[in-house]
């Protein structure tokens, strides 16, 4: 984004507003920066702003959606990222309405899309947040070693062992179903079996789990 562009410039101040909890500041300046808006691009960046300042889930939805058409209608490399946040965003805003068809459809565009942002805790944190809107609508077959994942996850955190849950957690938590996503999971699990530092009733399971997800993936 070009931070000299006046909508961006009013975004990037309505931004540092909402750091400051100035939420009503933070809305006027993305009005101003909707209103200022020259074509389609600004006008979509200035929406996705707008959509996080509404007071009910029906407005809020009702911006993501214009975001979307609007960044629909740019169409190019500027908007490619926008994409998993959008689907992601009205997913959340279809299931607080309880059209759960509509926000499972969003989630799985919003994965379809994760590929397009950088490498980064924002991307990271946006795949956490997809994969358990598609956990939680039942929108993705679960992984067969889920289960046992969880039990081992539990005995990490009950031992307190920061370091194997730092390698298994987010290949699991992140995981929205894809094959790329199945085979992290059974790469983290062999990678943290081949280190050898668990309990030995643990290991044993975490081995079989591997071995459970490298059968499953193609």
């Keep these: 984004m070009n931070p000299d562009n006046p909508v961006i410039r009013?975004?990037?101040?309505?931004m540092r507003a909402e750091a400051d909890g100035a939420?009503?500041?933070?809305?006027?300046?993305?009005?101003?920066?909707?209103d200022a808006a020259s074509d389609d691009y600004e006008a979509c960046?200035?929406?996705h702003y707008l959509a996080r300042h509404q007071p009910t889930p029906e407005l809020t939805l009702h911006w993501n959606?214009?975001?979307?058409r609007l960044a629909q209608r740019v169409g190019d490399e500027r908007v490619a990222?926008?994409?998993a946040s959008l689907h992601g965003n009205l997913g959340r805003c279809h299931r607080e309405l309880g059209d759960d068809d509509a926000a499972r459809e969003h989630y799985r565009l919003a994965a379809s899309h994760l590929a397009a942002l950088p490498a980064g805790p924002y991307r990271d944190w946006l795949r956490?947040?997809?994969?358990?809107?598609?956990?939680?609508l039942s929108a993705i077959e679960p992984s067969p070693a889920a289960t046992g994942f969880e039990d081992l996850l539990h005995a990490m955190c009950a031992r307190r062992d920061l370091r194997s849950l730092c390698l298994v957690l987010p290949a699991y938590y992140g995981d929205t179903g894809s094959p790329d996503d199945r085979q992290l999971l059974a790469q983290s699990a062999r990678m943290l079996h081949s280190e050898r530092r668990l309990p030995e009733p643990d290991q044993r399971r975490l081995g079989e789990l591997a071995a459970l997800c490298e059968s499953t993936v193609d």
């Design 10 to 14: 009013l975004c990037t101040e309505g």
């Design 65 to 68: 959606a214009e975001c979307l």
């Design 23 to 34: 939420d009503d500041t933070a809305r006027e300046l993305f009005e101003r920066a909707w």
């Design 128 to 136: 956490y947040s997809v994969a358990e809107g598609l956990r939680e």
């Design 45 to 47: 960046v200035a929406a």
């Design 81 to 83: 990222a926008f994409h």
